[in-house]
């Protein structure tokens, strides 16, 4: 059951939605995404505030300059409400502090002269200069956040400044994820000559940890009667179960066996993406199985194409695509129509044109290639090989 790199995405994408939304605050928000849209409780500023530490005017109310002005307060940040100007008069108005009522425009304090309670003012400034006025960066009641917003270090902050400290976020996905194969040991023990070190994992957390919940069920050795109780009980204490090796058809290949005999639907086994064709996917209820290739090169490339969007959907972010970039090849990519190959590329700019480089082998079981890329270059089933000096989609890792 082969499926295009669109047919694919899109039973992929159909078969999430995001969980329950709850309740948290903003110490637990980072790296959370919001359920519900935040609107402005206040008008930010609340009320018309100096920018600087100056003097506060009224406009109107000099003629011409240079302008000597009489002092009559101060205001400052957080403190009591200053005095209200009149005509020739002026308050030392502090950054953040209130504008007094009767004023609309403000000096620096290092662009006068100050002798006793008289200030002067040398240069004319512009009405309304050096003030943000009440409302100027958010009225009340305007929407700042949407649902499906990723909430980092700016957006908790701003809700902070919204005098929000409790929001409604989406669940993490819980996802869960076996490594199979006789030959797969820790990166802590040695492999042997017909070992390898696993990766897979480490590849898989890094690249979904920020919006899931991780669960690592371990290695599991190619015997079915170890394989189908592991798997069962990582797809009933998950949302999504990912395994990486035996998706192929080989004689020890038994995902897509173990996948069917717990019951799963399977809505396709290998898609027209390289590297890494063997891609199984199966449905039992609300559960979702991920069989991914072994090859560690393979693995990224469906994960990237294949995992990262549903999981970014799953976890309720609206913006769940793969940013992508075009570019100019600096040599010919090779391609074969009928696939979409993903080939490992460094990115450069020059003279402010993106370019990119093949990084070395695109065999599929050279992963130090891919290592030491900056993205991947998305060369479309129809294309073919692409030439030096032509167009390509990369995206970015």
């Known amino acids: 059951m082969t499926r295009t790199y669109e047919e694919a995405k899109a039973t992929l994408l159909e078969s999430v939605t995001p969980g329950t939304p709850e309740t948290i605050t903003l110490d ?51 403190g009591a409400t200053p005095p209200a100007v009149g005509p020739q008069e002026a308050v030392f108005t502090m950054t953040g502090a209130l504008v007094p009522q009767g004023a609309d425009t403000a000096v620096r304090i ?59 976020v989406f669940p993490k996905v819980r996802i869960g994820i076996v ?15 017909a070992g390898v070190r696993n990766s897979n994992y480490y590849i898989l957390k890094g690249l979904l940890a920020p919006f899931a919940q991780i669960r690592y069920y371990g290695i599991v050795q190619d015997e079915p009667e170890r394989m189908i109780p ?3 009980k990582a797809l009933n204490e998950n949302d ?75 976890a309720g972010l609206s913006d769940y695509e793969n940013r992508t970039l075009t570019a100019v090849a600096q040599e010919p990519l090779r391609s074969k129509t009928g696939r979409i190959d993903f080939v490992r590329v460094r990115l450069r700019n020059e003279a402010g044109q993106l370019l990119v480089k093949s990084t070395g082998s695109q065999q599929t079981s050279n992963f130090l290639t891919l290592a030491q890329s900056d993205a991947l270059a998305m060369i479309d089933a129809e294309r073919g090989s692409v030439e030096a000096g032509e167009i390509v989609t990369v995206w970015p890792l």
């Open 28 to 78: 637990e928000a980072l790296g959370r995404v919001l359920a519900q849209g935040v609107v402005a409780r206040f008008d930010i500023p609340e009320a018309a505030k100096c920018a600087i530490d100056g003097y506060t005017f009224a406009f109107d109310s000099i003629q011409k300059y240079p302008a000597t002005l009489k002092i009559i307060g101060e205001s400052r940040a957080g």
């Open 230 to 232: 592991l798997f069962d």
């Open 110 to 168: 290092e662009d006068v002269k100050v002798e006793g309670d008289r200030v002067t003012i040398f240069n004319a400034p512009k009405k309304g200069d050096l003030i943000n006025p009440k409302g100027d960066e958010v009225t009340k009641g305007q929407e700042v956040l949407r649902p499906g917003t990723l909430l980092d270090a700016k957006t908790v902050a701003l809700l902070a400044n919204l005098g929000y400290y409790q929001v409604q």
């Open 240 to 314: 999504l179960l990912l395994s990486s090796g035996g998706a192929s058809k080989g004689k020890y290949d038994f995902t897509k066996t173990i996948a069917e005999a717990l019951g799963l639907t399977i809505h396709f086994t290998h898609t027209n993406i390289r590297p890494g064709r063997p891609l199984i996917f199966g449905t039992r209820d609300d559960q979702r199985f991920w069989g991914l290739p072994g090859y560690p090169a393979a693995l990224m490339a469906n994960a990237l194409a294949f995992l990262l969007p549903p999981v970014r959907k799953a």
């Open 179 to 193: 490594v199979t194969g006789d030959e797969v040991r820790e990166p802590w023990e040695g492999p042997g000559s």
